[in-house]
Structure formats: C-alpha cells, structure tokens
C-alpha cells in the first residue's frame, strides 16, 4: 500500500475526537503497525479503524502491541506497555500481562472481562473494570455473558457502573419481561401508606389502563393491524416517548398525564414513600431507560429495542422487540429493508424467537423454539402470513423452524450488536 504522505493520510484517517475513535490521555489499547514514517510517525490499525500517531521509540510495520496514550496534542503520542504480541502467544497471556501493567485483581471475573474487553476491543477504565468485576459476582454463571454485555453496555454509554444500572441492563439482555417489574411496582404502591388515596388510585388506574389494552387483543381477530395499534398504545401509556414529547415546542399535557413513566418520576420526588416502593420505581425507570438506551443510531443504521407486557388469548406475554433497519434519506424508515427480532416467553411453547428478515420487501421468517410440534402447528398459518404480507405489498419467500439453541440465540444478537460497537481499550 503506497503513501506518498503524512499530510495526505491525514484526511482519511481518525483524529482523536472522530466518532468512533476517542483517544485520552492514560488509555491503553491494542494496536497494530501498519506502516512507518519519518520522524517516528506511523499509521496504527485499531480494531476497524486507524490513526496516524508518533512512536516513542523504533518498530517493525505489522507488529502488534499495547500501546499507552502518552499524550493527544499536538500529535498522539503512544507508548509501549507490552509487546510485540506474537500469532503464537496466547489470549491469556495477553490477559495476564494486562492485569499485571494495570495492576488489577486475578479474579475469575476480572479475567472474563479482561478476555471480553480485548476480544471486542471496547474502551473501559481501570475504574470501571473494579466496580464490573464486584458486579459480576452478583450473577450466577448461567448468564455470565449477558452479564458481560450489560457491563459493555454501560461502559460504551458512559454510564455508572451501579447495581440499579446493572440489573437493569442484565434484565434486558436475559430478556426478563415487564410483567414482574410492573408487579411488584404494584405491590409496593398498594402496601406504601404515604399516598394520598386519590395519588394512588391514579397510579393504579394507568397500571389498569395497561392491562385493559393488552386484553383488547381478545376481543377482537388477531392480525398484523391489531398488534401494531395495541403495541403502540402499550408503547405510549408506558411512557417510553415521555421525553420527546416533553421537548416539543408545544407539549400536549393529555398525552404526558396519562403516561406511566412520569407519574413515577413524580413519586421518586416524594420524600415519604417507603424503601420498597422506591426501589420498585427506580426499577421500573431504569427498565423504561434501559430499553431506549439499547436503542442506537450509527449514520444511517438504526437499531430499537422496545419490551412490552402484553396479554394474548388470556395468557401473559413479556415480548422484547429488537428492530435492525436504515434510513431513507428523507428522513423516513426504508420499508425496503429491515430484521426484527421478536423474543417471546411463552406459558405453552416456552422461550421463543421469531427472526424476520426484509430484504427489497421479500420477507423471510425464522421461528426458533425447542418443540417440535410446532412445525406443523405453523405450517396451517402459513397461508393466512402470505396473504397478510402481500396486503401490505411484501412478499413470504419461506418459513422456516429451528431449535432454539443457547449459541444460536447468542450468535443472533451478537450479529445484529456487531454494526454498534466501540474499537478502542481505555485505562
């Protein structure tokens, strides 16, 4: 590859305060040499992305090493903390020398988020890496992974590393639905004896609204216009647009008074509540944030989780939606386009996964569930889906049914996080 210089580079290339790539004083990251030049000024590959930086001392095009940010300005200045890492040294090798230059507890979990950070190349604190590793001694090993997501998570979103923030975010990766959430929010709020009756009646009525829409679905026939105006209503009394509405020039009040959200906001302004029903408001807004938090942009990408308590022919759903599409460049969703994931935790069938994929308005489904009986149930709506697609000008190029593995279900979500994420390591 040929440069014929510097400050030609330097128009392709990251600055430290570019998106991506935000480079501070102290953070330690891995890096590879992709090419020298005079003056001790090289071109070094961070994950996906490069930087032009200036080396402390000589190395070789194409080694590797972990390289401390000395200084940004004028030029970014790196130094060595270990290196150069051979194609025969081992990830725990790297690990093990990052915890000794860090100075960092040998923990088993300080391990596992040592091995996660290098292997996804997300930038975190000395800081954070201490309060992530007393948080991951708090789950049990069956969820150690979502476990680590939420702490990526949070990290990638400059969040506090709180107990509150991590069951908040483990809660949405395990997909553990609103249902319990909103249960013992009520709970709480019918033994609390601070409320006025008439605080609490309010409360309570919207707690009713929400049960009352999730029961609309009952009454009337099931089909793609019914679920989308039950899940915007559930969408809207849950408060999860309490904000956007809140910045308009002009807010309409009817649509905020009703809304669940701020009504809890409102309590965590009360100083007489009891302990319980202020950590269950705390959870609830946290469950609320936490799903639009899960929510990102990257240029024209878009990516929306949104988890909803429904109700469906009298059985309670805890339904997580996970929408992957573009922008037009009007503004507008491209309808063209788009992967959805819904993951469902039914009473029947148990934990279930339904993976749409649109692709120049040809729609293929995916259902993943361990019963094998549900093959044929399907197969007797499959005519009814092909009519309802091409109502709306879609067309179903096949239904397909697989077995719901733990991997798999992993290898989905990790698929569609992989477009959002970070490139480099901090300290």
């Known amino acids: 590859m040929s440069h014929p210089s510097i400050h030609g580079l330097m128009n392709n290339f990251l600055t430290p305060n570019s998106i991506g790539l935000s480079l501070r004083e102290g953070q330690v990251f891995q890096g590879r040499i992709n090419q020298i030049f005079k ?110 997501s939420s702490v990526q998570r949070l990290v990638e979103l400059k969040l506090p590393l709180t107990d509150l923030n991590f069951k908040t975010f483990v809660g949405i990766e395990t997909k553990e639905g609103m249902h319990r959430v909103l249960d013992s929010f009520k709970t709480a709020l019918v033994d609390d004896f601070s409320l006025s009756a008439h605080h609490k009646d309010k409360i309570l009525g919207t707690l009713d609204q929400l049960g009352r829409i999730s029961n609309s679905i009952v009454e009337q026939t099931i089909d793609g216009n019914v679920m989308k105006d039950v899940m915007q209503k559930l969408f809207n009394t849950l408060g999860f647009n309490y904000e956007a509405v809140l910045i308009q020039n002009e807010p309409d009040i009817n649509k905020i008074k009703d809304m669940l959200k701020p009504q809890l906001i409102a309590l965590l302004n009360e100083s007489a509540i009891s302990p319980a029903l202020r950590e269950a408001s ?74 749409m994929q649109v692709q120049n308005r040809v729609v293929s489904v995916t259902v993943f569930n361990d019963d094998e009986k549900l093959k044929l149930i399907g197969d007797i709506f499959q005519e009814r889906l092909k009519s309802g697609l091409e109502s709306a000008d879609y067309k179903l190029s096949g239904i397909s049914f697989k077995k719901l593995e733990k991997e798999a279900k992993r290898n989905i979500s990790n698929q569609l996080k992989s477009n959002f994420q970070g490139v480099d390591f901090r300290v």
């Open 39 to 148: 003056g001790q000024m090289a071109e070094v590959q961070i994950g996906e992305q490069k930087l032009m930086a200036r080396l402390e001392v000589a190395m070789q095009t194409g080694d590797a090493y972990f390289f401390k940010v000395k200084s940004i300005e004028p030029d970014v200045q790196l130094k060595i903390i270990t290196g150069p890492i051979t194609a025969t040294e081992t990830k725990e090798n790297q690990m093990m020398k990052l915890i000794e230059t860090m100075q960092l507890p040998k923990s088993e979990e300080m391990q596992s988020l040592i091995n996660h950070f290098i292997k996804h190349k997300i930038p975190v604190s000395r800081e954070n890496l201490i309060s992530a590793a007393h948080l991951m001694k708090s789950v049990p090993p069956t969820i150690q992974e979502e476990a680590l």
């Open 282 to 355: 705390e959870l609830a807004v946290a469950r609320l944030n936490g799903s639009l938090l899960q929510s990102v942009e990257s240029g024209m990408n878009q990516q929306i989780v949104m988890q909803l308590p429904l109700e469906l022919l009298g059985k309670r759903i805890d339904a997580t939606m996970q929408w992957n599409g573009r922008m037009r460049e009007d503004g507008k969703i491209d309808p063209e386009y788009a992967r959805i994931l819904f993951y469902l935790d039914l009473s029947s069938i148990k934990e279930t996964v339904i993976d």
